[in-house]
C-alpha cells in the first residue's frame, strides 16, 4: 500500500533515446486509461452483486484508472454542498445498486464529545449542547462511507431534531431545506494508487500479476456546515470506502 497524500485547499529535433521511447509510451498509455474512464462515466455499468464483481487487475492501467475516478468522486464532492446527494449519483450513475439511493444507518451506542477545536469551529462555549451522530451511507447492501457528525441542536428546527434523534435519515437530506453550504476543512487521500516517484520509475508499469489490492479506506474529508447566513452549525468527518469501485473494471 502506497503511504498516504494528504492534499492541502520549438526547438530542433532530437533523436529519441531509450528512456525517451519509454516515456511516450507511458504517456500513451496514461491517456488512453483516462479516455476509458471518460467512457464508464457515461456508458451503462450492469448491477452486479457484490460477491459477483470481478476483480481488478493489478497493472499500470488498471491503477490508472483507479485513480481517474477516485480524483473525480473526490472533485465531485468539493463542487457540492451534500455529500449524501453527490453519493446518490454516483451510486446510480456506476449501477452500485437498484434502486440507486443512499440510505443512512445509525450506528448506535457510540458517543464522542466534541474537541476544543470543533466547539470553536461551530462557534459555540463549553456548556451549549453539541450532539453527536455517526452514520454509515449504504448504496444498497454497500457501504460507501463513514460519516462522524456534531451538530448543535439549537440551530436546527424541531422537526429537524427529531428526525435525526429517532430515524436514520441521512444528515444532509434531514436539514437539505436549510439550504446549507459546505466548507471544507481538509482532504486526505488514504490510498494513491500510484506510487510516490511512479513516473521516473519504469519498475512500476511491470506490475500485472494477480488482483489490485485497494484498501478499505480510500478517502477521507472533513468539513463544516453554514447556514446562509454564515453560521456554522455541523461539523464533519467522512471516510469514504472501497466499496466507491465496486463496479466491473473499465
Known amino acids: 500500500m502506497t503511504a498516504s497524500r494528504r492534499v492541502d485547499i520549438a526547438g ?13 509510451r507511458m504517456i500513451h498509455d496514461i491517456g488512453r486509461a483516462v479516455s476509458l474512464c471518460a467512457t464508464l462515466m457515461v456508458s451503462p455499468v450492469p448491477a452486479l452483486a457484490a460477491e459477483t464483481l470481478p476483480a481488478w487487475t493489478d497493472d499500470f492501467t488498471s491503477r490508472i484508472k483507479a485513480l481517474a475516478l477516485l480524483q473525480t468522486l473526490n472533485a465531485d464532492l468539493l463542487s457540492h454542498d451534500s455529500a449524501t446527494l453527490t453519493l446518490d449519483r454516483w451510486c446510480e450513475k456506476h449501477r452500485l445498486a437498484s434502486p440507486a439511493l443512499i440510505v443512512a444507518e445509525l450506528v448506535h451506542e457510540v458517543d464522542k464529545a466534541p474537541t476544543t477545536e470543533q466547539r470553536h469551529v461551530l462557534g459555540v462555549g463549553d456548556s451549549e449542547p453539541v450532539k453527536y451522530r455517526r452514520v454509515r451511507l449504504r448504496c444498497g447492501s454497500r457501504v460507501l462511507s463513514e460519516a462522524d457528525n456534531w451538530y448543535v441542536p439549537a440551530r436546527l428546527t424541531p422537526d429537524m431534531n427529531r428526525v435525526l434523534t429517532t430515524t436514520d435519515t441521512a444528515f444532509g437530506r434531514a436539514v437539505q431545506a436549510l439550504h446549507f453550504q459546505r466548507h471544507t476543512l481538509s482532504v486526505a487521500l488514504l490510498w494513491s494508487p500510484l506510487p510516490e516517484g511512479w513516473e521516473m520509475d519504469g519498475a512500476a508499469k511491470t506490475k500485472g500479476a494477480g488482483p489490485l489490492h485497494i484498501p478499505s479506506q480510500l478517502l477521507e474529508h472533513r468539513a463544516v456546515l453554514m447556514l446562509p447566513d454564515g453560521t456554522p452549525f455541523s461539523t464533519v468527518v467522512e471516510t469514504y470506502t472501497d466499496a466507491v469501485l465496486a463496479f466491473p473494471q473499465p
Open 12 to 24: 530542433g529535433v532530437l533523436p529519441l533515446t531509450g528512456a525517451m521511447k519509454n516515456r511516450m
